[in-house]
């Protein structure tokens, strides 16, 4: 079955950078567009960028652009979120999902961004 498995969160200052990655298996990843959304504390899920299955193209959500950049690596079956100047507003769980409901998710990898 399809899983996603991410990894890389964590407490960081905000102005700081953190990578997360998702480990994917169950189906054939190189085929598929990925997404990460994210769910803060009392909010809905919301998602934040998305990616081609051969990584030539990306779409992010305004508030993504410019500080974050996703990528992938379908030789390894696991995609990126590098996020940069991340501000307290970023707290987050943050997932990786095949689509942009995130409907179908991982368990999540939780950023917070405090001083």
């Known amino acids: 079955q399809v899983q996603f498995v991410e990894s890389g969160g964590g407490l960081v200052q905000p102005g700081g950078s953190l990578r997360l990655s998702c480990a994917a298996s169950?189906?054939?990843?190189?085929?598929?567009?990925l997404n990460w959304v994210r769910q803060a504390p009392g909010s809905g899920l919301e998602w934040v960028s998305e990616?081609?299955?051969?990584?030539?193209?990306?779409w992010y959500q305004n508030f993504a652009k410019g500080r974050f950049t996703i990528s992938r690596d379908n030789a390894k079956n696991t995609l990126y979120l590098q996020m940069n100047n991340l501000k307290p507003e970023d707290t987050a769980k943050y997932f990786c999902?095949?689509?942009?409901?995130?409907?179908?998710r991982g368990q999540g990898t939780q950023v917070t961004v405090s001083s």
């Open positions: 999902a095949d689509n942009r409901y995130g409907s179908n």
């Open positions: 169950g189906f054939r990843f190189n085929l598929y567009s």
């Open positions: 990616i081609s299955s051969g990584g030539d193209r990306t």
